[in-house]
């Protein structure tokens, strides 16, 4: 999809007198980098400290007057000008996939605050994502920035979760910790293209966040936290071994030492091997995914062209996607997908199916621990997955493995449910940190909007 113009959707937008919003372009990239130098100095340590470099405009954004689409440069940046002068922008990406809007990041100059330019942003957002034909829009927001949370309640945004120790924040004179974001959606579809989930679909866990984000359903228990599984942990022998082996697919580190931990952690049968999938096993794959005998039907989100770009074992180019396998008695059995962020240091799960001929072995379970501990071996801070709130194994399969639950993605599953007709369905959000307690930080509730606060107290229990 080509990035829409931006007189398209900013014109209903009311601004402050002189101000004018404007697409940004090639020209103003080095001035805005000095800018956000200067007005968020935090940046340079943060997650989204590529916003200070010259080659993340060049290589990731869409710029004012060249040709560009939502799949090569997935970012739109917009920025206020009064009397001639950037006084504030806003980071907007788009996941064409999904057909997702995020509000990346945002920042007003210290001495233009208060003069409604973050309301401004807010409703560009909206817009933007509109424009684009997004189904969802979403922002995360550090737990204590009692503006942007407010701004973003008040535009419309439901507080559906917290994705834990998402970003590293200056906390005090020389300590650097760990942050936790709250995680706010807003739905851009109709409320009658919203598939609710039934009762029996949901675990307690999810039946009670369901009913205190969205007063949805009646669930068995009180509204209380849950506390997951312990997580899978890399023995020092495997990680040891996983440093010492040079990788064949840049970063995925060689799996054969995880693979042979998991083996003689589970006492697995010398029926089941793990492995790396391979590019020889693509059409057997395509059958058991999309053919007529597919171990899971319907599986829409992760077509058969997903798998061609996978990191292969012999194929020594880098590559974000990566594919375990499980072949039982010599026959492909089970494929575990995960994507990889390394600048983010997020690990995201993003596929797991085996052949329900199977399930006495755990084939779900084997394959997810895999994935937990091959996110240990990159050295990543976090891992995050979605569960359609239909698929009750795969809640359950989070549950077992450590994942704790963190939020609802509201209508972010499209399902065809008939010829023409749509439903988008809500999702769980599940997710591990691998940062050792000492270096979080959680501020006092108070801090925090009511909004927040009460799933912040979900997710990881009062304080």
């Known amino acids: ?74 970012t739109f940046v917009i920025v206020l000008v009064r009397e001639g002068a950037i006084v504030s922008c806003t980071v907007n990406d788009f996941d064409d996939e999904g057909r997702v809007s995020l509000g990346r990041f945002s920042v007003v100059a210290p001495e233009q605050r208060g003069q409604g330019l973050g309301r401004v942003h807010v409703e560009l957002q909206i817009a933007l994502a509109r424009a684009g034909g997004a189904v969802l829009t979403h922002g995360f927001v550090e737990l204590d920035n009692l503006v942007q949370s407010g701004l973003l309640i008040r535009a419309g945004y439901r507080v559906c979760g917290v994705l834990p120790d998402a970003d590293w924040k200056s906390v005090g004179p020389r300590r650097v910790l760990c942050v936790s974001e709250a995680a706010l959606f807003a739905p851009l579809v109709s409320p009658e293209q919203i598939a609710w989930p039934e009762a029996a679909a949901m675990r307690p866990a999810t039946a009670a966040l369901m009913k205190l984000v969205f007063d949805h359903g009646d669930p068995p228990g009180p509204l209380v936290s849950f506390q997951p599984e312990p997580v899978p942990e890399l023995e020092p022998a495997t990680r040891a071994r996983v440093a010492a082996e040079p990788s064949h697919a840049p970063p995925w580190p060689e799996l054969d030492p995880i693979a042979e931990q998991l083996a003689e952690q589970l006492a697995l049968s010398p029926r089941v091997v793990l492995r790396r999938l391979r590019p020889r096993d693509l059409a057997e794959i395509a059958d058991r995914v999309h053919g007529p005998q597919a171990w899971q039907p319907a599986i829409e989100r992760e077509p058969l062209a997903r798998l061609r770009s996978l990191a292969f074992d012999d194929s020594g180019t880098p590559d974000p996607v990566h594919g375990w396998c499980v072949v039982v008695d010599g026959a492909l059995a089970g494929l575990g997908l995960a994507r990889c962020d390394v600048s983010r240091s997020w690990l995201f799960p993003r596929l797991i199916v085996t052949d329900p001929r199977h399930d006495e072995l755990k084939l779900p379970s084997l394959l997810m621990r895999a ?93």
């Open 1 to 74: 999809m080509r990035w829409p113009d931006i007189e398209s959707f900013a014109h209903n937008i009311q601004l402050p007198t002189g101000v004018r919003a404007r697409q940004l372009a090639r020209g103003d990239v080095p001035g805005l980098i000095r800018l956000l130098s200067r007005w968020q100095p935090s940046l340079a340590e943060a997650e989204d400290a590529a916003l200070l470099t010259a080659r993340f405009y060049e290589e990731q954004v869409a710029l004012a007057g060249e040709d560009c689409s939502t799949a090569t440069r997935p």
């Open 371 to 463: 994935q937990i501990l091959t996110a240990q071996a990159l050295e990543l801070e976090t891992i995050t997955t979605f569960v359609p709130l239909r698929h009750l194994r795969g809640q359950l399969l989070c549950e077992a493995t450590g994942f704790r639950l963190v939020g609802i993605s509201p209508a972010s599953e499209r399902r065809v449910i008939a010829a023409g007709a749509v439903r988008y369905a809500s999702e769980a959000v599940y997710s591990i940190s691998l940062v050792p307690p000492e270096l979080r930080y959680l501020p006092p509730r108070e801090q925090m909007q009511p909004e927040v606060a009460s799933v912040v107290d979900f997710v990881f229990g009062p304080r």
